[in-house]
């Protein structure tokens, strides 16, 4: 499958060309979403692709909870965000494999098939830091990139969280790029804890969030 640049999704409608012939470069086989519905969000949950759409109403649509697919008013609907999952599955004897409600949340999702995933990259810069940025026009993303790759790429983040507290309770760290319309959740032990911070540039990322660029 040829890398595909997610960005050129942001604002289409559920039922759009575009997004069909994506998810059907995604999958042989046509794959049916779960429908969380809310007043102000709409998600399509793709758990066989590792795949989680949002979809903002618009033009005054107030969705109500438990819609059908059927029942949604499409053409006032734009995608917002896409979220891609990259979920190793835990051994059945690990017992990090019960976890928290959400690490089973984030578990029911298999991994994104659509890497190398391309990440159209906003134009050269200044970092958090002020510090001028030489950075190519995308980012070539696979199952194994991992946290000093993203930095050695992007450059600092605008907005980083995570990682503090003990490493069982802790949640990863993560980093966002809003000038790139990117947010980066890392995953494993090295992701976690007091010192996250300092192994953090070995953790592979979980989730990858796309939404529209900020100034």
């Known amino acids: 499958m040829s890398p595909f640049n997610v960005h050129s999704l942001l604002g289409v409608h559920p039922s759009s ?12 086989t046509a794959v049916e979403p779960e429908i969380k519905s809310y007043s102000d ?6 758990y ?5 759409l949002l ?8 969705p109500t909870p438990g819609l059908s697919r059927s029942a949604l008013r499409d053409t006032d609907m734009v995608l917002e965000g896409l979220d891609l999952y990259n ?9 990090k494999a019960k976890g928290t409600s ?5 578990l029911a999702f298999s991994t994104y098939p659509g890497t190398p995933l391309v990440l159209a990259l906003a134009s050269s810069g200044t970092d958090k830091g002020g510090k001028a940025l030489v950075r190519p026009e995308q980012l070539l993303v696979s199952t194994k990139t991992t946290g000093k790759d993203f930095v050695a790429c992007l450059g600092e983040p605008a907005r980083k969280g995570g990682g503090a507290g003990p490493l069982s309770g802790s ?3 993560w980093c966002e790029w809003t000038r790139d319309g990117l947010m980066v959740e890392f995953g494993g032990d090295e992701a976690k804890g007091p010192q996250a911070w300092e192994r953090g540039k070995d953790a592979g990322w979980r989730v990858i969030t796309i939404f529209p660029r900020g100034a």
């Open 87 to 95: 979920i190793p599955k835990p051994a059945a004897s690990d017992p």
């Open 55 to 62: 979809f903002t109403p618009k033009n005054g649509y107030k």
């Open 171 to 173: 949640i990863g760290i």
């Open 17 to 28: 060309s575009a997004l069909a012939d994506y998810l059907a470069s995604l999958s042989a």
């Open 102 to 106: 959400a690490r089973k949340a984030e």
């Open 48 to 52: 066989a692709l590792g795949l989680s």
């Open 41 to 46: 969000a709409v998600y399509f949950n793709y």
